[in-house]
């Protein structure tokens, strides 16, 4: 055993290479060599993944030496597709070792068992996101690109929840999260969670939906949805881990948008509720104009009119989030001194304000 453990030690120096100018000197049967590791590798994965101690030791090993662990034992299942599109997406590989390769694509034989293909339609599918993620991102809204990429995001992490890790691997599951998301840049990476949180949502709706029609019992529906909940934990604890990200994402993303999240995503409520009221604070009352203004340009996030769009987005939202709204600023208003005169505290008049425009919806 401890030789195998040796062997998946060298996968990410395998695809390290594969990355580098080193494969300009590969000739048809380096490749096949490099091929016939990949496959090993897959084989030790489909061979081990039903027995969670070799599967944990393997994870480990896989994991040592590198600076950002972001392969785990899942990789090993993947190693041919993920050896083949470094590979191509390599500029580097000689002509003759890269039509061997396509070949080998195009023609695996029976070197890849399995009832689906796993070389050619994977690999094509990925090509293609790795086209998708280079384009450029309009700095605001969901745009189909942005969902192609958000679904992309959800596969793989539904790929990583079937393989029914062990607990500890939870942390491993945010290191390659993280690692791939940083990949992007930040306001592409922000609208991306954001789509995805949103699909996944969307998703589990769809599923109870489907369960009470067809008439699958309740016990299937809760596993539905805790495997969906599963799949948004390393979201959310991605965009939480760093009050720093946090804050962008809030600031990135739109108002409407932040509150449809707050309203599917409890654990996003408070913690945007707090970034308010810290932008708030930092708003003085200007006597001359009249109006709430920025204490300091380089300090207040947001302007008075775009707090009081964020607040009055969050008061439309559900129920919930428009109580925990109403009476985090009545909290805040009586904190300040419960002034009833404008002018005196930011909260005062924010709840003012808020109220009557929700006065005035109701009687339309």
């Not at 494969?23 to 969670?52: C, G, K």
């Not at 972001?70 to 590989?93: D, I, K, S, T, V």
Request: charged content about 25%.
């Amino acid at each position: 055993m401890e030789a195998v453990l040796e062997q998946v030690e060298q996968l990410p120096a395998l695809l390290a290479v594969s990355r580098s100018a080193l494969v300009r000197d590969w000739d048809s049967l380096t490749l096949d060599r490099a091929l016939e590791w990949a496959r090993y590798f897959q084989h030790l994965h489909d061979r081990f993944r039903t027995r969670p101690r070799l599967r944990e030791a393997l994870g480990r090993r896989l994991r040592r030496g590198q600076p950002s662990p972001l392969l785990g034992f899942p990789h090993l299942g993947r190693c041919p597709q993920l050896l083949g599109l470094a590979l191509l997406e390599n500029r580097a590989l000689p002509p003759a070792a890269c039509r061997r390769l396509i070949h080998s694509l195009l023609h695996p034989g029976g070197a890849e068992p399995g009832p689906e293909p796993r070389s050619l339609a994977l690999l094509a599918r990925r090509k293609a996101a790795s086209r998708l993620l280079a384009l450029p991102r309009p700095p605001e809204g969901l745009e189909p690109q942005v969902q192609a990429e958000a679904q992309l995001l959800l596969s793989r992490l539904r790929e990583e929840e079937q393989e029914a890790q062990p607990a500890g691997e939870a942390a491993g599951r945010l290191r390659w999260l993280s690692g791939v998301l940083e990949q992007l840049p930040q306001p592409r990476a922000f609208g991306v969670v954001a789509a995805a949180l949103l699909l996944r949502q969307e998703s589990g709706a769809e599923q109870a939906r489907g369960g009470g029609r067809d008439g699958n019992s309740l016990d299937g529906n809760q596993a539905s949805a805790t495997g969906e909940e599963d799949i948004a934990g390393p979201l959310l604890a991605w965009l939480l881990e760093n009050m720093e990200r946090f804050s962008a994402f809030c600031l990135f993303l739109p108002g409407s948008l932040l509150a449809s999240l707050a309203g599917h995503y409890s654990q996003l409520n408070r913690p945007y509720l707090d970034l308010l009221t810290g932008w708030g604070s930092d708003l003085l009352y200007d006597p001359l104009q009249g109006r709430w203004v920025k204490s300091c340009l380089d300090k207040a996030a947001l302007s008075w009119e775009e707090l009081r769009e964020r607040f009055s987005c969050l008061c439309q939202g559900s129920a919930l989030v428009k109580g925990q709204t109403q009476a985090a600023l009545k909290l805040l208003k009586a904190q300040d001194g419960d002034f009833k005169v404008r002018g005196l505290s930011v909260w005062t008049d924010l709840l003012t304000e808020l109220e009557e425009y929700l006065r005035k919806e109701a009687e339309r």
